[in-house]
């Protein structure tokens, strides 16, 4: 089992800037990918960004690339996202995500909102 708990959510002006934290615990395989998920109200959650843990490589979603920013520390156990020039469209429920082979983790996730 793997437990995420997320943090750094807020209320943000369009153009600021937030740092999410997802700080990670339990049976973490040495081979995984971690990412960061985001669903607005009435919408399917969808990628953001994701790093994998064997070469360190990251993937972004078009909307976010070149704001975002996803990185992991692995002494202190946390995954974040720093999130410049914060969009009105960026608003939503971010989610912390661990896929380690067949299995999907999830935390219970820090709420966005950008304010126009």
Same mark, same amino acid.
């Given at each position: 089992q793997v437990q995420l708990v997320e943090s750094g959510g807020g209320l943000v002006q369009a153009g600021g800037s937030l740092r999410l934290s997802c700080v990670f615990s339990g049976r973490l395989f040495a081979t995984n990918a971690m990412a960061w998920y985001r669903q607005a109200p009435g919408k399917q959650r969808e990628l953001v960004a994701r790093i994998y843990s064997s070469d360190g490589s990251t993937n972004y979603a078009s909307p976010v690339k070149g704001r975002f920013t996803i990185s992991r520390d692995n002494v202190k156990n946390t995954l974040y996202l720093l999130m410049n020039s914060?969009? #009105?469209? =960026?608003?939503?429920?971010?989610?912390?995500? /661990?896929?380690?082979? #067949?299995? =999907?983790?999830?935390?219970?996730?820090?709420? /966005?909102t950008v304010s126009s």
């Open positions: 914060l969009k #009105p469209e =960026d608003d939503g429920v971010y989610y912390c995500n /661990v896929r380690q082979g #067949p299995s =999907d983790y999830w935390g219970q996730g820090t709420q /966005v």
